[in-house]
T-cell receptor, first 107, second 115 residues
Framework: RKEVEQDPGPFNVPEGATVAFNCTYS??????FFWYRQDCRKEPKLLMS???SGNEDGRFTAQLNRASQYISLLIRDSKLSDSATYLC????????FGAGTRLTVKP | DAGVTQSPTHLIKTRGQQVTLRCSPK?????VSWYQQALGQGPQFIFQ???????QRGNFPDRFSGHQFPNYSSELNVNALLLGDSALYLC??????????????FGPGTRLTVL
């Protein structure tokens, strides 16, 4: 089993749609959690950290369920500019990345 | 404020050769991590350097080695290149004092092709 597993995707959605990404991790000792965004042929960039109480940043909401070892990212009112690969990242002494879920938002 | 820089941008080598990749961290950062990203995969952690020492290491063979200099810049060396080493190599810098929610800033990467 992979340490960090994500929805394989790809997700193709119209503008304005709500889309949710899921991620599970295997190591219960994992300490911190993140969502990174990676545009085609570019480096990953931090989208948001994921806290135990859940957190929101504009149209983006992240949730963490430590008991189920599950992380989610919700994007509301999706924009064309949200098209990218979304990487789930789990910090267990070092950063472990999922394979990523590709999102394409269409007009 | 310069971000993370990496050189070279692209590199083509043949099997059995050795390669050195370079990284300069974001200003003020003291920790450098290296990742290998194969096509269609997420980055895989190679190792992390702090205070010129390797602090953590991922599941990579000893052919992968590194170094950190007093100015915090870093090198990744790969010996005896294999075809499977072809990938994007990413460097990320951070501040050790940043704690568990320490953001890593990535450089643009070096794309290595092994023929």
């Amino acid at each position: 089993r992979k340490e960090v597993e994500q929805d394989p995707g790809p997700f193709n959605v119209p503008e304005g749609a709500t889309v949710a990404f899921n991620c599970t991790y295997s190591n219960s000792a994992s300490q911190s959690f993140f969502w990174y965004r990676q545009d085609c042929r570019k480096e990953p960039k931090l989208l948001m950290s994921v806290y135990s109480s859940g957190n929101e940043d504009g149209r983006f909401t992240a949730q963490l369920n430590r008991a189920s070892q599950y992380i989610s990212l919700l994007i509301r009112d999706s924009k064309l500019s949200d098209s990218a690969t979304y990487l789930c990242v789990v910090n267990t002494n070092d950063m472990r990345f999922g394979a990523g879920t590709r999102l394409t938002v269409k007009p | 404020d310069a971000g993370v820089t990496q050189s070279p941008t692209h590199l083509i080598k043949t099997r059995g050769q050795q390669v050195t990749l370079r990284c300069s961290p974001k200003s003020g950062h003291d920790t450098v991590s290296w990742y290998q990203q194969a096509l269609g995969q997420g980055p895989q952690f190679i190792f992390q350097y702090y205070e010129e020492e390797e602090r953590q290491r991922g599941n990579f063979p000893d052919r992968f080695s590194g170094h950190q200099f007093p100015n915090y810049s870093s090198e990744l060396n790969v010996n005896a290149l294999l075809l499977g080493d072809s990938a994007l190599y990413l460097c990320a810098s951070s501040l050790v004092a940043g704690g568990l929610y320490n953001e890593q800033f990535f450089g643009p990467g070096t794309r290595l092709t092994v023929l």
